[in-house]
């Protein structure tokens, strides 16, 4: 038998978009929507800003780029 990791790599690696129904698409959309509006709403938040400043401690030329600068971090 197969680990559950693989199972579920196997899955997703089969799933297609045209697999989705229309109430999966349009309640991840509202979801993706909602996470970028909290994240630019907070971006100049005290919390946000500290562990933005904390993160750009750690900066890389090939990390992840914090968003809303031009710095990147691993």
Excluded: Q
């Amino acid at each position: 038998m197969k680990n559950l990791a693989r199972r579920i790599a196997e899955h997703y690696l089969n799933f297609e978009y045209k697999d989705l129904n229309e109430k999966v698409i349009k309640e991840t959309k509202i979801r993706i929507i909602d996470s970028l509006a909290v994240s630019i709403a907070a971006f100049d938040a005290l919390p946000v800003r500290i562990i933005r400043k904390i993160a750009e401690k750690y900066e890389t030329k090939e990390g992840a780029t914090l968003w809303g600068t031009n710095k990147k971090t691993s």
